[in-house]
């Protein structure tokens, strides 16, 4: 049996310290899926403790891209937090972070609440807007390495996100071209058809993965659907921006520490 509050203070405190934790597989034995992410719960519960808010989820490997870049092929969800918004044309500070990356993404906020089982046609008509955005990742394991359930306990890698304008719900968001550019360098193109072949299939999946925890998608929570591309390290980098055409634009800037 794994000591979920144990496991859960130490990802914390990795988080809020900026400084990487071996992976718990293992260390410390095998890890179910189940015990995962009521790792990842009581790891977040820590946040919500010091005043942070629940403001939605996050899917990951939700595309071939990904998939390949970290070898794993099952879809996994984390937690927004309302501590890891970041406006878009922001600033963040780099010691924040250990081995940041960042990949482009398509974000949908909701109007209606949604949980469980759901069709396509359910979860369009819960959307109330949607936009182009950037998830920063920063897992909080040595060397950016681990395994499923690593992962799913340390919230999906999820560190921080930057939504772009939000745009009407009918929007077209299946097959928009995006070119994620890393200090002026082109460092990733890609279409958001890559998040399962349509980003709204993503947001069904997120309603039944966060529906088996118990948790049901609220009106005004933010999902970012996942990275269409593979990410890119961003450790010294100074700006981010991403063109996703008619989706707009979204951008940040990165400084501090010591590069
Ligand atoms: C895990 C998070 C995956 C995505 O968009 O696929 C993810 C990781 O790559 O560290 O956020
Ligand atoms: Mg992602």
């Known amino acids: 049996m794994a000591d979920i509050a144990a496991i859960a203070a130490k990802l914390d405190a ?3 310290t900026a400084r990487a934790i071996p992976q718990i597989t293992g ?13 990842q719960r009581a790891a977040i519960d820590h946040r919500l403790a010091r005043g942070a808010t629940l403001v939605g989820v996050k899917m990951g490997f939700t595309s071939e891209a990904k998939m390949v870049q970290m070898g794993l092929k099952d879809q996994i969800w984390g937690r927004l937090t309302s501590d890891m918004v970041v406006a878009n044309g922001g600033a963040l500070d780099r010691t924040r972070f250990i081995h940041p990356r960042v990949e482009p993404e398509v974000a949908v906020r909701l109007k209606a609440p949604l949980a469980g089982e759901v069709t396509r046609d359910a ?8 936009a182009a ?3 920063i990742i920063d897992s909080r394991y040595e060397n950016f390495r681990f395994a499923l359930s690593d992962v799913v306990a ?9 939504v772009g304008p939000w745009l009407p719900a009918h929007t077209d968001i299946a ?5 994620m550019r890393v200090d002026d360098v082109v460092a990733e193109t890609g279409s958001s058809a890559a998040i399962l072949g349509d980003p709204i299939r993503s947001l069904v999946a997120a309603a039944r993965l966060a529906g088996a925890a118990g ?3 609220q009106p005004g929570w933010t999902v970012m659907l996942g990275g269409a591309t593979a ?17 707009g634009r979204v951008g940040f800037t990165i400084a501090g520490g010591a590069t």
Request: aromatic letters at 4%; zero cysteines.
């Open 231 to 247: 990410a890119a390290a961003i450790a010294s980098a100074r700006t981010v921006s991403l063109d996703a055409g008619h989706l």
């Open 27 to 39: 260390q410390e034995g095998e890890l179910s899926l189940a015990d995962a992410y009521a790792i």
């Open 133 to 135: 955005a950037l998830e």
């Open 154 to 162: 340390d919230n999906a890698s999820s560190s921080a996100f930057v």
């Open 175 to 179: 097959d928009v071209a995006m070119e």
């Open 14 to 16: 990795a988080a809020s």
């Open 215 to 217: 948790l049901v998608l």
């Open 123 to 130: 979860a369009l008509a819960a959307v109330d807007a949607v």
